[in-house]
C-alpha cells in the first residue's frame, strides 16, 4: 500500500516542462517530513534525484527541481530530454507507522 | 564511494525461506552514520520499504508487513541480509538495499542503491 498518492503518468514534448505531484496527508508530508524523489530508468535499480525536497546530488542536472507545500509535494524537469522518460518515485517518512519510510505509487513520465 | 550489491537465490519454492544477502564496497556497515535498508519491487509494480538495521543490530520494520521478515548485519563481513519465512507467490520481486543518508527531524532518503536481484516465488 502507498500511503503518498501520484499521478499514474504525464507526458511532454522535448523541451517542455512537466510537473509530478506527490499528495500525503498530516502523518507524513503534511506533518513537516521531508520529501525525496527518485528515478527510475528502464530495468535498472531508482536513483536519487532529489532530497530533502529540493536538494540535487552531484550529477544531477539542474533541469530537475522539487518544492513541497502543505501535504503536497511537486518534482519539476524543465527541458525535457528523451533520457528523462523513466519512473519517478517520491518518498517520505510517516510518523503514523512506526517510523516507516513510505513512498508514492509512482509517475511514468513520457517524451512524445 | 559507497557500492552496494545483492546475492541470492533467483528461485524459491512456496513455504519455504528466502534469504538475501547485500555486500557493501567502498565503505563500512559499521559507520554509526547509516542505515542500512531493504526494499522491494513486485514485477510492474511501486516500490515498497521493507525494513532497516543499524550496525549494532538494532532494527525496524514496515509495519503494514507481515512478521515474517529479519533483518541481520555480519560486520565482519561487511554484509547485511534479509530472510523471508514461509514464502509466497506475493514475495515474487525485485529486492533492492540500500544505504539510507539523513537529515534533521526525520529526513530520511536513499543512496546509493544496489543493482537489484529479482527473486521469484513458485513450484
Known amino acids: 500500500q502507498s500511503v503518498l498518492t501520484q499521478p499514474p503518468s504525464v507526458s511532454g514534448a522535448p523541451g517542455q516542462r512537466v510537473t509530478i505531484s506527490c499528495t500525503g496527508s498530516?502523518?507524513?508530508?503534511?506533518?513537516?517530513?521531508?520529501v525525496h524523489w527518485y528515478q527510475q530508468l528502464p530495468g535498472t535499480a531508482p536513483r536519487l534525484l532529489i532530497y530533502?525536497?529540493?536538494n540535487r546530488p552531484s550529477g544531477v542536472p539542474d533541469r530537475f527541481s522539487g518544492s513541497k507545500s502543505g501535504t503536497s509535494a511537486s518534482l519539476a524537469i524543465t527541458g525535457l530530454q528523451a533520457e528523462d522518460e523513466a519512473d519517478y518515485y517520491c518518498?517520505?517518512?510517516?510518523?503514523?507507522?512506526?517510523?516507516?519510510?513510505?513512498f508514492g505509487t509512482g509517475t511514468k513520465v513520457t517524451v512524445l | 564511494q559507497v557500492q552496494l550489491q545483492e546475492s541470492g537465490p533467483g528461485l524459491v519454492k512456496p513455504s519455504e525461506t528466502l534469504s538475501l544477502t547485500c555486500t557493501v564496497s567502498?565503505?563500512?556497515?559499521?559507520?554509526?552514520?547509516?542505515?542500512w535498508s531493504w526494499i522491494r519491487q513486485p514485477p510492474g509494480k511501486g516500490l515498497e520499504w521493507i525494513g532497516y538495521?543499524?550496525?549494532?543490530?538494532?532494527?525496524n520494520y514496515n509495519p503494514s508487513l507481515k512478521s515474517l521478515f529479519t533483518i541481520s548485519v555480519d560486520t565482519s563481513k561487511n554484509q547485511f541480509s534479509l530472510k523471508i519465512n514461509s514464502v509466497t507467490a506475493a514475495d515474487t520481486a525485485v529486492y533492492y538495499c540500500?544505504?539510507?543518508?539523513?537529515?534533521?527531524?526525520?529526513?530520511?532518503?536513499?543512496?546509493?542503491w544496489g543493482q537489484g536481484t529479482l527473486v521469484t516465488v513458485s513450484s
Open positions: 530533502g525536497n529540493n
Open positions: 498530516s502523518s507524513n508530508i503534511g506533518a513537516g517530513y521531508d
Open positions: 538495521i543499524y550496525y549494532s543490530g538494532i532494527t
Open positions: 540500500a544505504k539510507e543518508g539523513r537529515g534533521g527531524g526525520g529526513s530520511v532518503w536513499f543512496d546509493p
Open positions: 518518498q517520505s517518512y510517516d510518523s503514523s507507522l512506526s517510523g516507516s519510510r513510505v
Open positions: 567502498g565503505g563500512s556497515v559499521s559507520s554509526g552514520s547509516y542505515y
